[in-house]
């Protein structure tokens, strides 16, 4: 009392000892005086009263945490004495404990337990600490019986309230588990509290009004997982984890079956384990989400597998064979087995899309692929897997080179192999031929036994991974179609000799007439054949022509040889550098001119001839002949009828080349009183040429045909008055009967037509006059002539 009572006073008042309290509450003091002490408790008569009376309370308090406690949330059975003051942990750890007057405590912590217990207020005959533990007195904790206990949580299910199904937890013998638990021991108090641990953490719940309020806050609530379990289970197939495939079980009618098993019911508990009588004693086991079965014991985890309706519907249909030997045996699956090779064997499937099967006693687990395709393995340590290919895959893949044709790299055209229902033909052979989906081979030729085609089409016979060598390499050939829309039915020749050799093809031969050789083309269509004793190889140019590597002729179908035969009948060229002085004329295959030859046109433009030193050159697209070496160029002339047609029968004046006289022009050739001059003639391109004494000059039309404008300044020539009447006329021969316009079809009159042709006889007579020599009048006999023709339209 005196120490905490002189706590709170002045310094200078404090008494250097105090021995203590009596029984009767008066203070016994050391060192001074009684009368002192009080004087100094009248002195402080509040203070001294409030402090006694703390003290009484918390001496009282002290004493009312006296007694053995333990934790409710431990899971084993432990106790703590509190005695004079003092919890003791152990026998030898103890902390000092300072009660207060509102029933609360603290501890002077020393030990271990630093840090959790700290402070606890008794509530309720318990003592309740701030880290959450709650402890309850000895003598009032008893445990319920086990059999108690079991009927209240055992075979039970329950799931959290605020999140219904999201887990399932189930209360076993002393263990609580499931959903995202650790199992954990559990206790059960006599009232009905259950002590655990969730998720390492201690907690204490509450069965209240058949719920379970948990010391956290959550929540569970009891469901019954019994009859959906045995939904669940009906119709469900198994397979053993520890060896797939091996067994397969099914349950039918709440009847579990299959593999080893002698038939025997399957249940199911409230708390949605399944009970059944697996290999001579009682099985418990748990259905998991995903369809599993987990069975307590050696029996471990059954694997959920499809269903028969399930397998079904999704394999219904697919026929599988070895991809190593195809089509040697055929698999199908029909309801849970598979069916073919050498016997029927139990199959499995799992969600995953991995299959299992028990193959004739191997145990064979795999993958069914998106491709189809089922990836087989005995064991985890095989490193290649037994692979089976639909057989639609193989169909489909097989359509794609049905027909497809090869040769030998090392001896190309000599002989063909063709695919046709999966089996090569050729060299008088025939064997199974397959292409997988992986464009692998498996064939039966000899020595040919596998092979891989590339993406150039080639075949590269040999093992996987094996050097090729070029005696090992098929090169693809062009189809039979493209073989027949190119070749056969037609005839070839050589451009250099036309006629003389004729070949014809037929079935990848083709016949000179003496001979009958092979003669093929490649997919990349180069063309192979064995004329001349050799192989050969050429290509077909986009005209048709074939050209050879070896420098041979190139070869022209002689129907092509033909069109360009008459496509050339009739042509004329003239020399480019003397242009009019020779004419040259095509006729059947001949050219004629200075000389006559053989003379051919190709498809590809080329020209051959025998003329000397014009043997080749080629006709570019403007008809212009372009020989080879120094023989020069020959320019395309307009035919005989359009050059007599506007140049020739005429008579031209008007100073120009010629000197200002009025000439004649006659099959080319210019006359001046009777005497050729010079040589014209009228190129393909309208152009006027005029070659005399060496020199040459063109010139072009004009004014509808009735001049003629010599290039270089060389002046212009203007046909004489009748024949530029007559040209005029020519113009005019056939006259439309109406003139179509705005305003619609308007007839001309016949008198309109008169006045038109009285104007242009004037316009006539003037021009007439203009060309008379040196500027004068033309004869008379001109002008009367042109005034006779006028004379005579116009009365028509």
């Not at 639909?390 to 000599?414: F, L, N, V």
């Not at 048709?544 to 590597?549: A, K, L, N």
């Not at 004629?592 to 020209?607: E, I, R």
Request: net charge negative; hydrophobic share 40%; charged share 25%.
């Amino acid at each position: 009392l005196a120490e905490a009572v002189f706590a709170q006073a002045p310094s200078q008042l404090r008494p250097p000892e105090v021995a203590g309290v009596t029984t009767s509450g008066v203070i016994a003091s050391r060192g001074m005086r009684a009368g002192a002490m009080k004087m100094l408790l009248l002195f402080f008569p509040l203070l001294a009263q409030s402090v006694v009376s703390d003290v009484a309370s918390a001496a009282e308090g002290a004493r009312a945490f006296d007694g053995l406690w333990t934790p409710q949330s431990s899971l084993e059975h432990m106790e703590f004495k509190i005695e004079g003051g003092v919890l003791h942990w152990t026998s030898e750890l103890r902390s000092k404990i300072t009660a207060a007057a509102d029933y609360s405590l603290s501890i002077d912590l020393q030990g271990a337990d630093e840090g959790l217990h700290s402070e606890a207020t008794l509530r309720d005959g318990k003592l309740f600490w701030t880290n959450g533990d709650v402890w309850s007195r000895v003598a009032e904790l008893t445990y319920a019986p086990i059999a108690e206990v079991r009927s209240i949580l055992e075979n039970s299910a329950w799931t959290e309230k605020q999140r219904p199904g999201a887990n399932i937890y189930v209360f076993d013998d002393a263990t609580v588990s499931g959903g995202d638990l650790t199992p954990a021991p559990f206790a059960m108090t006599k009232d009905h509290r259950i002590v655990t641990s969730l998720h390492g953490t201690s907690v204490v719940g509450k069965v209240s009004d058949g719920e379970i309020l948990w010391s956290t806050g959550q929540v569970w609530v009891p469901i019954r997982l019994g009859g959906d379990v045995l939904a669940r289970l009906e119709g469900g197939r198994w397979t053993q984890e520890k060896a797939p495939g091996r067994y397969i079980f099914e349950v039918k009618n709440g009847m579990v079956q299959g593999g080893d098993l002698v038939p025997s019911k399957i249940s199911a508990r409230p708390d949605g384990r399944v009970v059944a009588a697996l290999h001579g004693s009682e099985a418990i086991g748990s259905l998991e989400a995903n369809g599993d079965i987990q069975w307590v014991g050696e029996e471990g985890r059954w694997l959920a597998l499809a269903t028969a309706e399930e397998i079904t519907e999704m394999l219904e249909g697919i026929r599988w064979t070895e991809n190593d030997r195809p089509y040697d045996h055929i698999y199908t699956v029909v309801d849970t087995a598979v069916v073919g090779g050498d016997l029927p064997a139990p199959f499995g499937m799992f969600s995953d899309n991995g299959v299992c099967m028990n193959f004739d006693g191997r145990l064979m687990s795999g993958k069914l692929l998106e491709n189809g395709e089922i990836h087989w393995k005995a064991s985890a340590d095989d490193t290649e897997p037994w692979i089976w290919v639909t057989t639609d895959a193989i169909e489909e893949i097989g359509a794609q080179i049905e027909g497809k044709r090869w040769t030998e790299k090392t001896h190309p055209g000599e002989q063909v192999y063709t695919i046709h229902d999966f089996e090569v033909s050729g060299g008088g052979i025939a064997a199974k031929f397959i292409m997988l989906p992986d464009r692998s081979i498996v064939c039966d030729l000899e020595g040919r036994h596998v092979g891989k085609v590339k993406n150039n089409g080639e075949i590269h016979w040999g093992p996987p991974g094996e050097e090729v060598k070029d005696d090992q390499v098929w090169l693809p050939l062009a189809t039979r179609e493209m073989m027949m829309h190119k070749f056969e039915g037609k005839e070839w020749t050589e451009e250099s000799q036309p006629g003389v050799h004729v070949y014809s093809m037929e079935d990848d031969k083709v016949d000179d007439g003496s001979e009958l050789v092979f003669f093929t083309m490649l997919a990349d269509d180069t063309i192979v054949t064995g004329l001349g004793g050799s192989p050969m190889t050429g290509r077909m140019l986009t005209t048709g022509e074939i050209v050879w590597d070896n420098g041979a002729s190139p070869w022209a179908t002689v129907e092509d040889i033909d069109k360009m035969e008459k496509a050339a009948e009739g042509r004329r060229w003239t020399d480019g550098a003397r242009p009019c002085e020779h004419t040259y004329i095509v006729h059947k295959g001949v050219v004629m001119g200075d000389g006559s030859a053989k003379f051919a046109l190709f498809p590809d433009g080329s020209v051959r001839s025998e003329l000397s030193g014009r043997e080749s050159g080629e006709m570019r697209k403007d008809g212009e002949i372009q020989w080879e070496g120094d023989a020069g160029s020959w320019l395309p002339l307009a035919s005989a009828a359009q050059q007599q047609n506007q140049i020739e029968q005429k008579r031209w004046t008007e100073s120009g080349p010629i000197g200002g006289r009025v000439f004649d022009i006659q099959s080319g050739k210019v006359l001046a009183d009777g005497s050729e001059i010079a040589s014209i003639c009228l190129l393909a391109n309208g152009t006027v040429a005029l070659h005399a004494t060496g020199t040459v000059v063109t010139g072009a039309f004009a004014d509808y045909g009735r001049e003629i404008h010599w290039r270089g300044d060389r002046g212009t020539w203007v046909l004489t008055g009748a024949d530029m009447l007559a040209e005029t006329v020519r113009k005019f021969e056939s006259p439309p009967s109406s003139f179509s316009s705005s305003m619609g079809s308007v007839t001309l009159p016949g008198a309109m037509l008169g006045v038109l042709l009285v104007a242009l006889a004037a316009s006539v007579g003037c021009q007439a006059r203009r060309s008379g020599r040196r500027g004068g009048f033309a004869p008379i006999e001109e002008w009367a002539a042109s005034r006779s023709l006028v004379t005579h339209l116009a009365e028509v």
